[in-house]
């Protein structure tokens, strides 16, 4: 099992920047993939960003070139760098792991309002 801890929501003006970090614990040694995906009101949950253990990485169409995923594997804690903010990426932003099993978890969840 790998339990997740959100943190770095919050309010922001059109073309601000927020940090996002998530860091997990109990069965870390099994972690493959770390991501987030965002819900926005109304819609469904769509992915956002992804990092493998070797850190390779996947963004969406949507937040290419505005948003950065890393990831620290000593602390067993991905971020998410959020630059040039949109009202379109009010969300709330879940933080997923993918085990070597192909388990997934995910996390609580933060909230994340960018303000026109």
């Known amino acids: 099992q790998v339990q997740l801890v959100e943190s770095g929501g919050g309010l922001v003006q059109a073309g601000g920047s927020l940090r996002l970090s998530c860091a997990a614990s109990?069965?870390?040694?099994?972690?493959?993939?770390m991501g987030w995906y965002r819900q926005a009101p109304g819609k469904q949950r769509e992915p956002v960003a992804r990092i493998t253990t070797a850190g390779s990485t996947n963004y969406a169409d949507s937040v290419k070139g505005r948003f950065t995923i890393s990831r620290d594997n000593a602390k067993n804690t991905v971020y998410l760098q959020m630059n040039s903010l949109k009202p379109e990426d009010t969300a709330i932003y879940y933080c997923?792991?993918?085990?070597?099993?192909?388990?997934?978890?995910w996390g609580q969840g933060t909230q994340v309002t960018v303000s026109s």
């Open positions: 997923l792991v993918i085990d070597n099993k192909l388990n997934t978890y």
């Open positions: 109990g069965s870390t040694f099994s972690i493959a993939v």
